[in-house]
Structure formats: C-alpha cells, structure tokens
C-alpha cells in the first residue's frame, strides 16, 4: 500500500511540474479577435472556450468578398472557389511563375485549360514580380524556318528548320554592351540593365551591318554548322523574333504582335530557368549558373501539358540563342540540359524562343 501512495504522490508531483512549466495560450495567439469581421456571414463565429468575447470567423460571406455563381470559365483562367460556398467562385487574374498566359492577358493553371474553350495560350509565365501584375512570358513553341532558310511570320512554327542562324560577321560591334569573360561577372554582380533588356538587344542585333567574307559566305555545311550566302547580308533569328506573334493574335496587337517579342538576353534566360540566378564561376569556355529548379519544373510541366492539347513543344535539351552579345561576331547561348552559358558564332544554327513582357 505504501509503495501504491508512493507512486501516485510521484505522478502527482510530474503532472504539478508539467502545469507549471507550460503557459496556456491566449485566444489572441489561437487566432479569436473580439472585433467584427465584415466579411463573416450571419452566425458564422466560433468562439473562444476561454473567453467568449473573442471570436472567429468559420463562415465567410461569399457575396462579400466578390464571389458569385456566374459561369466564368469561358473567359477566366484561375478560377478561385468560396470556402463559405464552393458553388461561389472569383476570377484570380494574378499571374505565377508556371502559369499559363492567354491572349486576354490573363493567366491560368495548365490543368484548367480546355482546348475547346475561346481562349488563345500564347506563353508560359517564367518571371513575375511580387504583386503578380508583371513579368515575362516565354512563347509555347521554338521558331522554326522553312526549308529555303526564311522565316514566315503568320506561321511561326510551320517550318521544317528548328536551327537558326543569327547572321554573318558583324562589323562595328564592340566595347558599350559587349560582355567578355573580363566583364560578363561584374555586369551581372552590379545588375547592367541591359542584361535583362532582350528587346533592346535583339532590335541591336537586327540593325546590324554585315558583309561578306568569301571563306565564310560559300555555300557548304559542315557538322554543326550551316553557311548560306545569305547569311552574309541578314540576320534571320533577330529580325525573326521580331517579325513573330502568336498565332491566334493579330500582328497588330499592343500587347502580344509584331515587335514585341524577342529573343532573351542572357540574365533573361537565367531567370527563366531560376529566378534570382546569377553567373557564379568561370570554366575553361563556360560560366555556370545556379537555378531553383521548382521554378523550372512548373514551367516544363505546363508546357508538357499543353503539349497534350496541341498548343505547345517542350524546350529541348539544347542550346538557345540569347540576344547578348560576347563581341562582334558571337553571341551568348544557353544550354538547358547543362544549365551553361556558352559562347557561339552568328553563322552557326541554334534554337530560338521567342519571350515578351506583361
């Protein structure tokens, strides 16, 4: 019997401890107010079991918060429902990286998307700023050429070419927004705007002067590399980026046509596949970047999702032209299967992926 007391006088004595160790929370740290909530429906408080003048709301008034039961999936991409009410819904315009962008200039979920709806995808969000009002978008298909190297505007991706030159030697194209390996590094550590400035650098490149080098301009191929008289005197993947819109949207467009697109420069590219990456050491003919690779996976599963629906091509695991420039006569590219940067010759043939703003 002793030994039984003994035991229960020691239990006591923990669970005394144990209560006075512990400080029991307040209603406000479990989240009650004592004051109203205007957007709660009628009898839709709890309250607090250790004091009833705080509350909180379990049933939000729908109609209060913008909800209604009109049907707007016809024109609305991100459809959000009431938890008063799921029969409720709200149109959430904000874009996110991953986001499906439609010509209505709104954005929506790949998963939503419904090939058989009035809405146009024309891109893939891949930068968004905080409030989710502004970015940059990526074109659901690589440019392509038709088999006689020229690129037709109102079918962008109805060529047999998926390889585009960029043009012959440049003449005149040195010092002010050139990048070499003596400066790529600290332009990106002081952010030069003109490495996330692929429109200018892209109406740069297409105004170029070129002239012909009879080593290089004769018509022959080799492995990797295509040489065309023609590529002497034009510069087929600037002015192809240029020339482009998607199609469905008029060339006319303020927002989506002609002139608005064009190839990303190099710190677009590497935002594109991470936000917030920079070039962080040099290798031999190589910079390396770092990426976020959750960032990049949902820009890829949308693009493999519109796939499904015919409306898009996954980016390939290979090299992409930028617009930024390593001197006169070569360009920065990245490689998406490596995640590097590289350069290459303007007479040499590499994928194009066309981007714009929003």
């Known amino acids: 019997m002793r030994y039984i007391l003994f035991l229960f006088s020691l239990l006591l004595a923990n669970t005394a ?16 107010s004592t004051e109203d909530d205007p957007y709660c429906a009628d009898n839709g408080y709890i309250y607090c079991p250790l004091d009833y003048s705080y509350k909180k709301c379990v049933n939000m008034d729908c109609a209060k918060l913008g909800f209604s039961e009109s049907d707007k999936t016809s024109w609305c991409g991100k459809l959000i429902k009431c938890k008063g009410n799921p029969a409720m819904t709200l149109c959430q315009n904000l874009c996110e990286i991953g986001d499906v962008y439609y010509a209505d200039r709104t954005c929506g979920y790949a998963k939503d998307y419904d090939s058989n709806g009035s809405k146009i995808p024309v891109g893939v969000v891949v930068t968004v700023n905080t409030e989710g009002t502004h970015g940059k978008i990526l074109a659901l298909k690589d440019l392509t050429l038709q ?6 505007e109102h079918h962008p991706f109805g060529g047999s070419v998926t390889l585009i030159p960029f043009g012959g030697y440049h003449y005149n194209r040195t010092g002010t927004h050139v990048y070499q390996w003596d400066n790529i590094l600290s332009a990106f550590e002081d952010h030069d705007p003109w490495l996330w400035d692929g429109l200018s650098a892209t109406k740069a490149a297409a105004a170029i002067t070129t002239i012909s080098i009879q080593d290089t301009c004769q018509p022959k191929e080799e492995a990797g590399k295509i040489y065309r008289d023609k590529f002497c005197n034009e510069t ?26 064009y190839v990303p420069s190099l710190g677009e590219w590497i935002d594109a596949v991470g936000t ?30 519109l796939q499904e629906k015919n409306k898009a091509i996954p980016l390939a695991d290979d090299d992409y032209y930028s617009s930024t420039f390593f001197d006169s006569r070569t360009f920065w590219t990245f490689n998406l299967e490596s995640y590097k940067t590289m350069i290459k010759w303007t007479d040499w043939s590499y994928r194009i992926r066309p981007m714009t703003t929003f």
């Open 17 to 32: 401890s144990a209560i006075d160790c512990d400080t029991a929370p307040t209603c406000a740290e479990l989240g009650y």
């Open 147 to 152: 088999a006689d190297y020229t690129f037709d």
């Open 276 to 305: 917030g990456s920079t070039l962080t050491e040099k290798s031999n003919a190589t910079h390396y970047a770092h990426y976020k690779q959750i960032y990049f996976e949902k820009i890829k599963t949308t693009l493999s999702a």
């Open 236 to 261: 087929p993947g600037p002015t192809a980026a240029l020339a482009f819109y998607p199609e469905g949207v008029s060339a006319d467009n303020a927002h989506l046509g002609k002139g608005k697109w």
